[in-house]
């Protein structure tokens, strides 16, 4: 949407930045750092999501100086940074959706519950706000997604749930759904990553989604009569029993996750992780094009099928290659690879046009509808986590590195670290 990044230009860009340094692409990765130095420009007149130009934005210029140690990769993801700081001028610093780079002024989005902001968007900040403070010697960034944090912990759970909405003015929740895919997924992602970046020293953090895995595990994972483990949607008590491409990264948060787990629970949340994997596979298995839909239910006989048309497309998502990743790289189960190639082979089979590769609007038909777009998405993300796939697993490895929810890689903060350049490649 013309929302995503207001009138930023540059998002391809800049989100394939540490993929061109990672796939070595030297003369490619040179060519974007000039197009950033002459052309990414802040000043300009436009409403943007906070989230996404995080995400996307900040994210990728974190990412880009981490692994190049380029200065004028630090300097423009401050500056973004800083422009971003008004969207927390709210009564109880839970930032607005949506804000006007120039004048500072924010609002959320006019669908969102009662005037809500969004889980997944204002919990999805944390990661690159600590890693801004800790460039720029200025502790305002990593202040703002603390109390966040703090906002979310004093106020009560439903059933230990985390609504999708809360007003950024009452600090209550807004209606009582709950999605671990779009609305919710990434703020779960980023409560486990804060800890692991921290080098294990952000006890909240930890404590928060171990807490959130427990209640999900009560309330939302359910097994189909074949057999299948999915995660459904909540929505005041009631579940849907669908499942959208977007959960399906909560397969490889599992099992990242697995090692901290309390109680000896490490093996079963490495199952966990396996099981959702199948499942994610079998919503590309069930396909024409084996390309998985963007939701698909489990209902009236259904199993991993999408039953509707506006939930048949699919539009270059990573989340199931994501998480046939991070199950690799965990298990060294060889069907992993075995799955993200199929994946390969129908992406090359079905998305690959001459412009570049675009999504497709119904993956069950036998012959391709294009919708003509590449995200910046399928750059940063889909081949980034392809890539890492079919890697030796000493390039970036976890011990040293965490993903943003862009696949943007940080450095894992140490303890020790006085001198911030000090990081291992």
Request: aromatic residues 12%.
């Amino acid at each position: 949407s013309s929302y995503i990044s207001g009138n930023i230009q540059g998002a391809t860009i800049v989100d394939a930045l540490d993929t061109l340094y990672i796939m070595e692409m030297k003369e490619e990765f040179k060519e974007a750092k000039e197009w950033v130095e002459k052309n990414l420009d802040f000043n300009v007149n436009a409403e943007i999501s906070v989230f996404e130009v995080n995400i996307r934005f900040v994210g990728g210029l974190l990412s880009a100086y981490y692994l190049s140690g380029e200065e004028v990769f630090r300097k423009k993801a401050v500056e973004l940074g800083e422009k971003l700081l008004p969207a927390f001028n709210t009564p109880t610093g839970i930032p607005w959706a949506l804000l006007n780079i120039k004048s500072g002024i924010g609002r959320n989005w006019p669908w969102a519950s009662g005037g809500s902001s969004i889980l997944a968007e204002f919990g999805t900040l944390h990661l690159e706000f600590v890693h801004l403070s800790h460039l720029s010697g200025n502790p305002v960034f990593a202040e703002k997604v603390m109390n966040i944090r703090k906002v979310l912990n004093r106020l009560d759970k439903p059933e230990g749930l985390y609504p999708n909405y809360l007003n950024p003015s009452s600090g209550q929740w807004g209606q009582h759904h709950v999605s671990i895919g779009g609305l919710g997924d990434s703020f779960y992602e980023y409560l486990l990553k804060a800890w692991l970046m921290s080098d294990k020293t952000d006890e909240e953090g930890k404590k928060m989604y171990y807490e959130a895995v427990q209640a999900m595990e009560t309330h939302l994972i359910r097994k189909s009569s074949g057999g299948l483990t999915y995660i459904a949607e909540w929505k005041g008590g009631l579940l849907e029993h669908k499942m959208g491409h977007l959960t399906c990264f909560a397969g490889g948060m599992f099992a990242l996750g697995a090692d901290g787990a309390p109680n000896d629970k490490t093996g079963h949340h490495i199952e966990l992780g396996a099981e959702i994997a199948r499942t994610c596979h079998e919503s590309y298995d069930r396909t024409s094009m084996k390309l998985g839909p963007e939701a698909f239910r489990f209902d009236g006989g259904v199993e991993a099928i999408a039953t509707r048309q506006n939930e048949k497309y699919y539009i270059l998502r990573p989340e199931v290659i994501e998480t046939y990743m991070y199950m690799w790289r965990l298990t060294h189960d060889p069907k992993y690879r075995q799955w993200g190639w199929e994946a390969v082979e129908a992406l090359e089979k079905h998305c690959r046009v001459d412009g570049g590769y675009s999504g497709i609007r119904d993956v069950y038909n036998n012959h391709e509808s294009h919708d003509d777009v590449q995200q910046s998405f399928f750059l940063s993300e889909t081949l980034k986590y392809l890539y890492l796939l079919f890697s030796e697993d000493d390039l970036l490895p976890f011990e040293h590195w965490v993903f943003n929810t862009e696949a943007h890689p940080f450095p894992v903060l140490h303890k020790d670290d006085g001198n911030k350049e000090e990081n291992q490649k």
